[in-house]
C-alpha cells in the first residue's frame, strides 16, 4: 500500500514507474491491470504506473534510478534473498518504507539499510536508504500534507532522493542518523499499543461503547516519549531523530490494526485471543517491541541499560510475550525530576555511542 | 472548573475542603449551593466539599494547610492583588492549576509560582507551585487515570503536597525545574493551534464535513515538540520538563475552545472573526502565544536565539497578532539533521541558562 501510495508523488514530478509486486501481491497486481486501482489503498493508481508480478522484477528494475522498496519488516528477509543479489549486476539507490529494527545476537539492533547494506553480495554497490516519519498511505496517496525523513548514510544521495520525490505536500527532510531516524520510527508501533490498551481498559470497566478518555492516553503517550527518547540514545541515535517517532506515534494511535490490537489487549483478551481477532497476523508492533525488549534486557545485563526506565515497554512485553495480563505500572511511571545530582540516583546506564 | 475537579481526589484523601468562587463564579457557586452540581463542569461536587462566595475568602482560609489556586492565567493579577495580601498573616502552601507565562519587560518570561513570590507582600511566607502535565478537569472530575507534575522550588514541600493529592486514580509527579514545567505546559496552548489549523484548511478545501487527516496534524505535532524542546531551553529549562507539555498537546488537540481557534483559523477567519465567533474571549492560548512570540523576538534581537528555528510559532502569532493568513510554512519546517558539523550552520544561538 505504501508503495502503491509512493507513486503520487513521484508520477506527479513527471518520473516513469513501474510498480512490482511482491509474490504476495499477485492479486493486487492483477487486479491494478485489469482496473487500475489497488483494492486495499481503495484508490486510483496514476495514470502512466506500470505494473509487473514479481517474475518480471528483473525486466521491472532495467534502466531505473531508483528501487523503492515497499516491503513489511516481514517482508525484508524477502527482499534480501531475492532483490538484493538482483541489484549485484546493476547497483541501485534503495529507499525503504520499511518501518522496524532488526534484533542482533549481541543485543544490539540494526535498522534494515544497514541490514540490507551486509546482505548484499560481496562487492555489492546500491546503497540504502530508509523513510521515516508520520504518514499514512492513504492521505499520501490523496495528497495531504505529510512531513517524512529521508534517512541514510550520505547526505548527497538523500539530497538527490528528495529532488526525485519531494512535491507541494509531500515534504521532506533529511538526516544521516540511520539509526536514530529508524529506531525511533519503529519503537512507535510498540509503544502505540500502549496507549491503546488503556481506551481497552476503560471498555472493559464502562462497556464498549462508552465515550473515550483522553488523560490516561496522554499519561501514557508522555511515557513513551520518555521512553523511546531514552531508546534511540541507547541504541545510538541522536536527540533531533526522536520527534519523527513520536510525531509518528500521535498518527499511528488514531487507527489500524495496532490500535485494535491495544484496545482487544486492554479489554482483557491474551495476546492470544487478540491475534486471533486479527486474523493471525503477527504486526510491525509486536515485533519491534518483542525486539526491543530483548535487546533491553541484554543491555541491562551487560550494565548499559537500566530496566527500571522503561517500564511501559517492559509491560507491554510482558503482556504480549508472557502471558501477563495489562496491568498498567501506574505508579512506576511516576517521576522525580529533580535538579539536583540524585536524579538518576541508583541507576547510572552507561549511553552507547 | 480545575479548581472543582481537584475537590474529587481531596475528599476521596478524607480532607476537610472549602471552595471558593472568584467574583466571577458567583452563579456557579450559588448553583452548588442549591444543587451540589458545578455547572459548566457538568459534575456533582463530592459530599462534604464546603462552597464559599468570594465574600468569605479569608474565612475558608482559616485553618487550611493548602490553597488550591483555580484561577485561569487571565485571574492571574486578581489573585495577586486579592488573596495573597491575605496570605501576609497566615502563610500557606499554594498549589496552582493555572497554565501560563508571565512576559517580563526584558524579555524574559516567568512562571506564575515566581511571579506570586516576588509579589507577596514583603516578609510573606507563603510558597508556590504549580500543577502541570495532560489533565482535563471533566476527566479528573471522572476519576480517570491522569499523570501530573507538582512543581516547585522545594522538594520536601512537594512530597507532602503529592501525600495530600495522590489517589489511586492521581498520579503525581514531582519537579523542581518550575521554568520548564511550566514553560513546557504553557507553550502546548499555543502550538495546539498550529495542529488544529490544518484541521481548518482542510475543511477549506473539502468543506466542514470531510474527513479528518492525520498526516497533516502528525507533521505540525513533530514541529511543536521540536520547538518546544528548543523554547524550554532557551527559557532555562531542563530537557525532562518537554514530555510534560509534549503530552498535554496531544490532549488539548482534541476538544475545547483552543481546538475550535485553529480550526476557525484554519477555515480563514480572521483572528478578530474568529474570537467573535468565541463569545470575544481571549484564549489562554492567544495569551502565551503572544509572550511567547515576543519574549522569542527580543531574545533574538539580544543575539539569544535564532528566529529560523521557530517558524511555526511565528506563523501563529503572525496570524493571531499582525493579521496575516494561515499560510503553514510547510518549506520551513524541513530540516538537515546532519551529523555533521554544520547542522547549526549560520544559527548558533547562546542558549540561556
Given at each position: 500500500m505504501m508503495g502503491t501510495?509512493?507513486?503520487?508523488?513521484?508520477?506527479?514530478?513527471?518520473?516513469?514507474?513501474?510498480?512490482?509486486?511482491?509474490?504476495?501481491?499477485?492479486?493486487?497486481?492483477?487486479?491494478v491491470k485489469r482496473t487500475g486501482i489497488h483494492p486495499t489503498l481503495r484508490r486510483s493508481v496514476p495514470d502512466g504506473v506500470q505494473p509487473y508480478p514479481v517474475e518480471q522484477l528483473q525486466q521491472a528494475l532495467a534502466n531505473?534510478?531508483?528501487?523503492?522498496?515497499?516491503?513489511?519488516?516481514?517482508?525484508?528477509?524477502?527482499?534480501?534473498?531475492?532483490v538484493l543479489p538482483l541489484l549485484a549486476e546493476t547497483p541501485l539507490p534503495v529507499l525503504a518504507v520499511t518501518k522496524g529494527l532488526a534484533g542482533q545476537k549481541d543485543g544490539t539492533v540494526l535498522p534494515f539499510p544497514h541490514l540490507?547494506?551486509?546482505?548484499?553480495?560481496?562487492?555489492?554497490?546500491?546503497?540504502?536508504q530508509a523513510i521515516g516519519g508520520p504518514?499514512?498511505?492513504?492521505?499520501?496517496?490523496?495528497?495531504?500534507?505529510?512531513?517524512?525523513?529521508?534517512?541514510?548514510?550520505?547526505?548527497?544521495?538523500?539530497?538527490?532522493?528528495?529532488?526525485?520525490?519531494?512535491?507541494?505536500?509531500?515534504h521532506i527532510s533529511i538526516s544521516t542518523d540511520v539509526i536514530g531516524v529508524e529506531s525511533a520510527?519503529?519503537?512507535?508501533?510498540?509503544?502505540?499499543?500502549?496507549?491503546?490498551?488503556?481506551?481497552?481498559?476503560?471498555?472493559?470497566?464502562?462497556?464498549?461503547?462508552?465515550?473515550?478518555?483522553?488523560?490516561?492516553?496522554?499519561?501514557?503517550?508522555?511515557?513513551?516519549?520518555?521512553?523511546?527518547?531514552?531508546?534511540?540514545?541507547?541504541?545510538?541515535?541522536?536527540?533531533?531523530?526522536?520527534?519523527y517517532g513520536v510525531s509518528d506515534?500521535?498518527?499511528?494511535?488514531?487507527?489500524?490494526?495496532?490500535?485494535?490490537?491495544?484496545?482487544?489487549?486492554?479489554?482483557g483478551l491474551s495476546y492470544a485471543d487478540a491475534k486471533s481477532e486479527l486474523d493471525g497476523v503477527t504486526l510491525e508492533s509486536v515485533a519491534i517491541c518483542t525486539a526491543a525488549?530483548?535487546?533491553?534486557?541484554?543491555?541491562?545485563?551487560?550494565?548499559?541499560?537500566?530496566l527500571d526506565r522503561f517500564p511501559l515497554l517492559l509491560h507491554i512485553d510482558e503482556v504480549i510475550n508472557r502471558g501477563q495480563p495489562?496491568?498498567?505500572?501506574?505508579?512506576?511511571?511516576?517521576?522525580?525530576d529533580l535538579q539536583q545530582a540524585e536524579r538518576h540516583r541508583g541507576c547510572s546506564p552507561r549511553p552507547r555511542t
Open positions: 501510495a509512493m507513486t503520487v508523488p513521484l508520477r506527479d514530478n513527471g518520473h516513469e514507474v513501474r510498480l512490482v509486486g511482491t509474490p504476495l501481491d499477485e492479486g493486487i497486481i492483477a487486479e531505473t534510478d531508483l528501487l523503492i522498496a515497499g516491503v513489511s519488516s516481514f517482508g525484508v528477509e524477502w527482499f534480501s534473498d531475492t540490507w547494506h551486509r546482505r548484499q553480495p560481496a562487492g555489492g554497490e546500491s546503497s540504502f504518514c499514512t498511505s492513504y492521505e499520501l496517496a490523496d495528497r495531504r500534507h505529510s512531513a517524512v525523513v529521508f534517512c541514510g548514510d550520505d547526505q548527497e544521495r538523500l539530497d538527490f532522493l528528495k529532488s526525485l520525490l519531494e512535491t507541494s505536500y509531500y520510527v519503529a519503537l512507535k508501533n510498540a509503544y502505540a499499543v500502549g496507549i491503546t490498551m488503556t481506551v481497552g481498559l476503560l471498555q472493559r470497566e464502562e462497556g464498549i461503547g462508552c465515550r473515550e478518555a483522553y488523560n490516561p492516553q496522554a499519561a501514557i503517550f508522555g511515557q513513551c516519549m520518555r521512553e523511546i527518547s531514552e531508546l534511540v540514545t541507547l541504541f545510538g541515535g541522536l536527540e533531533p531523530s526522536i520527534a506515534l500521535y498518527v499511528t494511535v488514531y487507527g489500524g490494526r495496532t490500535r485494535k490490537l491495544g484496545i482487544l489487549l486492554g479489554r525488549a530483548s535487546a533491553l534486557r541484554r543491555l541491562a545485563e551487560a550494565g548499559e541499560a537500566c495489562v496491568n498498567i505500572p501506574w505508579k512506576r511511571l511516576v517521576r522525580r
